[in-house]
Each structure stands twice: as C-alpha cells, then as structure tokens.
C-alpha cells in the first residue's frame, strides 16, 4: 500500500510542473467563463495574466539572441516588459556595464518604435551617423566622438527593432562589434515576417 501511495504522490509531483507550464489556457478558460457571466473586470484580468505569461515566454526565448556582453564587461539581468502603455509590443533589454562605460541593449517587438526606426534610418546618413553591415543586414551607427556615446539601429521587416546605446565608450568600434553578436537567424525563426 505504501508503495502505491509513494508512487502516486511521485507521479503526482512530476506531473505538476507539466500542467503549471502551461497556465495560458487556463486563464483564456477562465476568462470565456468571467465574460460570459458578465464579469468582465475578472475577464480582462484573466487576459492579462495570460498575456503576462506569454510574454514572460517570449522574452525568455528572445534573450537568448541577445549580443554577449564584450570581454571585461559584467551583465544584468534580462528583463521583458509590455511596452501596452506606449502604443503596444515589448520589448527585451539588457545592461551591460565596464568602469564608467555602459551598454543599454533592445529588442523591441511590434511596437510603434519599429516604424519611427525604420523612418529614421531612410534619413541616413546623418551628422554623426553612417551605414553599417551587421551580417547581411544593413544598420545605422551614429557615434558622438565628443560625448563617447552612440547608437546601433537595426530594423528586421516591418515587425523588429534591435538597438544598442552606449555611453562613456572608448570608441564607436564597441558598438559595431557588440552588434555583430546579434543572433539574426535565432530571431527571425521565433518571429517570422
């Protein structure tokens, strides 16, 4: 009898994380229910939690595209958040620091900044600011020798941004060579076009 019981309750727990992998469907479950009652406060909260979940998913699988920091530098933590309050998309970001200087990573996703990226770079070249190859792709690298800071900006179709913003940096050449730590293929298969 011990046994069955101990194989049960094994059973049991490693069942449990496989149906707390997946809580989307039960939150959209719990939602058509709320709004069918008429409850529609509990349902767009059920509909917020499984947007929440699925984002948290997507950033996860984003962050592994994200440039490694350069040699030397220190990384923080990844973080993905709703940019729902700005138009909507989200975005996934990373720091990376070494000394003073620092590097602020993105990768913004169907949002608004996409198509005002994608304007900004048709104005290229601009004071400051050039062409580059990332890849086979094309970006804009703007650089202020003065300030020692700059930018990447990199547009993948109609639906991508990636940028990189850097301050108190020896030269531009960091920005360049972090951008070629882009995993563009990794991106373009989790978020096709």
């Known amino acids: 009898m011990r046994r069955v019981a101990l194989s049960l309750c094994i059973a ?18 719990a939602a058509r229910a709320a709004h069918a009652k008429g409850d529609l ?5 059920e509909l917020e939690a499984a947007l929440a979940e699925l984002q948290a998913r997507l950033g996860r699988q984003l962050a592994e595209f994200l440039p ?11 973080e993905t958040q709703s940019l729902a309050g700005s138009g909507g998309g989200m975005a996934v970001t990373r720091a990376y620091g070494r000394d003073d200087g620092t590097l602020n990573i993105s990768l913004i996703i169907d949002s608004p900044a996409v198509s005002a990226a994608i304007a900004q770079l048709a104005a290229f070249p601009q004071p400051n600011g050039r062409k580059v190859k990332v890849g086979n792709e094309e970006a804009g690298l703007r650089w202020d020798p003065q300030g020692r ?17 850097g301050d108190n940096l020896a ?12 995993n563009l293929a990794g991106i373009r298969k989790v978020l096709p076009q």
């Open 41 to 45: 406060a509990r349902a767009a909260m």
């Open 12 to 29: 049991a727990l490693l069942a449990a994380p496989a149906r707390a992998a997946d809580v989307v469907p039960t939150h959209l479950d």
């Open 68 to 78: 490694p920091p350069p040699s030397g530098w220190q990384a923080e933590p990844v």
């Open 149 to 165: 800071n700059g930018e990447v900006l990199m547009v993948l179709g109609p639906r991508v941004l990636l940028q990189i913003e």
């Open 171 to 182: 030269s531009s050449d960091v920005l360049s060579e972090v951008a070629k730590g882009w």
